[in-house]
């Protein structure tokens, strides 16, 4: 079964860091992008960070650049999204998904381009 699984997420406070996992099982992770969106309640679904097969990264915003980073370990199918110097504009819950493409050219943080999802893990910045 093709599938993605979040983990990661919790309480931090403001300036905290977390880092979320995404394992991926039924496919082969280095074969495909994989990107992480985020939804807080009430509010659209926002791209965040992407990475490419070559590992070069897609992120949404200067912001989110400066203080988020990628990486993927394909050895353990996995993809790590790094979070630091958190704020309370953070808080969501965070989804990662799988490319439909195979061996796409880069990463674009668009929903459509993303066929398979988890159920996402919550992050929640707050003193």
């Known amino acids: 079964q093709v599938q993605v699984v979040e983990s990661g997420g919790g309480l931090v406070q403001p300036g905290g860091s977390l880092t979320l996992s995404c394992t991926a099982s039924?496919?082969?992770?280095?074969?495909?992008?994989i990107a992480w969106f985020r939804q807080a309640p009430g509010k659209e679904r926002q791209g965040v960070f992407c990475?490419?097969?070559?590992?070069?990264?897609?992120y949404y915003t200067l912001d989110l650049k400066d203080r988020f980073t990628i990486s993927r370990d394909n050895s353990k199918n996995t993809v790590y999204l790094h979070m630091n110097n958190l704020k309370p504009g953070d808080t969501a819950r965070y989804f990662c998904?799988?490319?439909?493409?195979?061996?796409?050219?880069?990463?674009?943080?668009?929903?459509?381009?993303?066929?398979?999802w988890g159920q996402g893990t919550q992050v929640t910045v707050s003193s």
């Open positions: 039924g496919f082969d992770l280095r074969s495909y992008a």
């Open positions: 998904a799988k490319d439909v493409l195979q061996f796409r050219n880069g990463c674009a943080l668009t929903a459509d381009l993303y066929d398979v």
């Open positions: 990475i490419s097969t070559s590992d070069a990264p897609g």
